[in-house]
């Protein structure tokens, strides 16, 4: 089953830890892995954007620029996320259908544009189920229910073991761009969101696409 935007019972996963890639906290052995991340630069529209959660939460607003500008001036991909917060009523009139469409396209600008990087820590997961560690959220992630099982969507996980396996099956070569999802009034800072290339050596310092 492809994740669907809407939360289902069925769509409930129990998954036992110690078969598991887990990742809670971005300083672990997978924490890459995670949307708060640093080290994953990204250009959107020729805006520099430090990580894919804040990218994610300012595709809420495509209708509030001043919004999503203020959630991408945010040094912290946390505070970024907490930004967003007090706008959320007024986020896209079809968020909950399109949110897992968009955090689908946002991991794979992250792998886009940072294939050399981001590839191998997919690839290093093997075939293991890749599991977000989350005590509050069990759609994109998977709560513990004891020192072995986290049961929850996942749907973040789910996302992650697709693009592996895409990822893996075109040896990478199929993530040289990447187009818009189709959907309506998909901008950044009132201008449709364009095709996501990889960036080009020259924006690259030290690995990191927009320099320190």
């Given at each position: ?8 019972r ?16 971005t300083?672990?052995?997978f ?14 529209n020729?805006i520099?954007?430090l990580?894919?959660?804040a ?6 607003f495509?209708?509030r ?27 896209r009139?079809?968020?909950d ?29 093997l ?6 560690e ?5 759609f ?5 229910v ?6 929850g ?18 040896n ?5 761009h ?35």
């Amino acid at each position: 089953m492809n994740p669907s935007g809407a939360k289902r019972r069925s769509e409930t996963r129990t998954y036992r830890r110690s078969a598991c890639v887990v990742f809670c906290k971005t300083a672990e052995e997978f924490g890459g892995l995670s949307n708060m991340a640093g080290g994953f630069p990204l250009e959107i529209n020729g805006i520099p954007i430090l990580t894919a959660e804040a990218l994610y939460q300012a595709c809420r607003f495509p209708h509030r620029p001043e919004i999503q500008r203020l959630i991408i001036d945010q040094k912290s991909p946390m505070t970024a996320k907490m930004k967003s917060k007090p706008h959320r009523a007024d986020s896209r009139s079809d968020w909950d259908a399109a949110r897992v469409t968009i955090m689908r396209w946002c991991v794979r600008a992250k792998l886009v544009q940072n294939r050399s990087k981001f590839g191998p820590l997919l690839l290093s997961t093997l075939d293991r189920p890749i599991v977000e560690e989350s005590r509050r959220d069990d759609f994109w992630g998977a709560q513990p229910v004891d020192a072995e099982v986290l049961v929850g969507s996942n749907l973040l996980g789910r996302l992650l073991m697709e693009l592996r396996q895409q990822f893996r099956e075109t040896n990478g070569d199929g993530f040289k761009h990447l187009d818009p999802p189709r959907i309506p009034n998909f901008q950044i800072y009132g201008e449709p969101i364009r095709v996501v290339t990889p960036p080009s050596p020259k924006r690259r310092r030290g690995g990191d696409l927009f320099g320190s």
